[in-house]
C-alpha cells in the first residue's frame, strides 16, 4: 500500500519536475558566447558502450545533446582545443569504452580527428576531472568550456573546480520546463526522471563528504567587483 501510494503521488503531482528543477536551473544558459575560449571539455554519459559495441554503431542516450553542442562550439571556436573525457561506468571493465565510439560518431559529424583529445580511462564524474587534468595540465590562465547535461552541471563544476579547472559552464539537456507547461500520464518517464535527480543529489552528498567538491550545492561564482 505505501509502495502503490508513493507512485499514485508521483503520477499526480510533478515530484519528478520538484526534484530536478532546481538542478536545471542552478547554472543559466549561455547567452553570449565568450570571444576567446583555450578549450572545450564534454563529459561522457551520451553513449551506451556496451550496446554499441555488441551493435558495433554508436548508440546514444537521452544526452546526446552534449555531443552535438561540442561539435557546434568546436565549429563556433576552430582553434579550441577539444576533449571529450569518459571510459567506462559499466561494473565490469575492459568490454569497451565510450571513447572508442563516441571517436567513430565525432568523425562522422566530420570533426578533424587530430583535434579531439580523448581521455578514455575515467569511470566517474570525479575521474573525468582529475584524469582529464592530468592529461591535460591546463595552465592557470587558460578558460575552458565545459559541457554536460543541466541537471549534472552543479557537480560537475563541483570537481572540475576542486580538481584546478577553470571553466565557464556550458549546460545543454533540460528535462525540466520554465515556461510552457504539460501533464503526461507516462509513470514511467516521471520515475526516470526522478531516479536522474535523486542520482544527482545523491551524488553532490556523497562527493561533498569526500571532500570532492568545495560545496554541498555548486553554484555560479559571483561575479567581482
Known sequence: MAAASGLAICLVFPVDQWAIRPLDDRFPQVKMPPAHIDGIIVLGGSVDDVTSEDRQTPVTGTAGDRLTTFAILARHYPNAKLLFTGGS??????????????????????????????????????????????????????????????????????????????IIPWPVGYMSRDRLKSYTLSLGTRMAILDWAAHEWIGMVAYRAHGWTDALFPGPVPPKH
Open 89 to 166: 561506468g559499466d561494473i565490469v571493465q575492459g568490454i569497451t569504452n565510450e571513447a572508442k565510439w563516441v571517436h567513430i560518431l565525432f568523425d562522422g559529424l566530420g570533426l578533424p580527428p587530430d583535434r579531439v583529445i580523448y581521455e578514455n580511462h575515467s569511470r566517474t564524474t570525479r575521474e573525468n576531472a582529475t584524469e582529464s587534468f592530468a592529461l591535460i595540465h591546463p595552465k592557470p590562465d587558460e578558460t575552458w568550456i565545459l559541457v554536460t547535461s543541466a541537471s549534472h552541471m552543479p557537480r560537475s563544476v563541483g570537481v572540475f573546480r576542486k580538481a584546478g579547472w577553470h
